[in-house]
């Protein structure tokens, strides 16, 4: 992606074109891409707890394939980047978001019927921080926030609804170990104030 200036001062962000540096491996074009996600928060509840927050992940229309349903963001990683970087700029050039790369979802084996062809295709979760009025591909795919269990019910590929089952596992797994964590830590500061209360007792008798 490039960013292209025009006669009025203005700056346009314009999408990467060709294939002469897409990577393959074993004859398999390498294929990396990101879930999109943010947290909503309850009306009901104006503070921002875990109980009130709901996971969103945005999804786009395929360009190639329209009407026939939903999927994230991804692209060709090619030679002179990193997958984090591959990953983030495809998701900014189809969805029109930026925000921080997380650590890797895994990695998926699929068949692109379009092209017959096999693909090794990598996931990122990606948290949102802005959301752009004019992307490179505004013109061409809708994006939508939905939630998880939207998600799964509109998007077309099999490999990245796993990789949606990943990530929620994921944020499950984290949150339970807060709360462990939490309730740890609430144990400890409930014997040392028992200690306190003894010892001041003793020193008063």
Not at 43 to 57: F, H, T
Not at 75 to 92: H, N, P
Request: net charge positive; proline share 2%; hydrophobic share 30%.
């Amino acid at each position: 992606m490039v960013a292209v200036v025009s006669q009025e001062g203005r700056v346009a962000l314009v999408s990467r074109t060709g294939r002469h540096l897409q990577r393959y491996n074993k004859g398999r074009r390498q294929v990396v891409g990101c879930i999109p996600y943010r947290y909503k928060y309850s009306k009901q509840s104006p503070a921002k707890d875990d109980e009130a927050k709901e996971l969103e992940v945005l999804v786009i229309t395929s360009q190639s394939q329209k009407g026939k349903g939903m999927l994230f963001p991804k692209g060709g990683w090619e030679l002179d980047e990193s997958k984090e970087e591959a990953a983030s700029r495809e998701t900014l050039e189809e969805a029109g978001v930026r925000g921080i790369i997380e650590s890797e979802l895994g990695k998926w084996s699929f068949r692109s019927k379009s092209h017959d062809a096999y693909y090794d295709g990598y996931m990122f979760p990606l948290r949102v921080e802005e959301q752009l009025d004019f992307w490179p591909e505004k013109n061409l795919r809708q994006r939508i926030w939905v939630s998880v269990k939207e998600a799964r019910q509109v998007c077309q590929h099999l490999w990245m609804k796993e990789a949606l089952d990943r990530l929620v596992n994921r944020f499950a797994s984290q949150q339970q170990q807060q709360q462990q964590q939490q309730h740890h830590e609430d144990q400890e500061l409930g014997s040392v104030l028992k200690s306190t209360r003894t010892n001041l007792e003793y020193l008063y008798v």
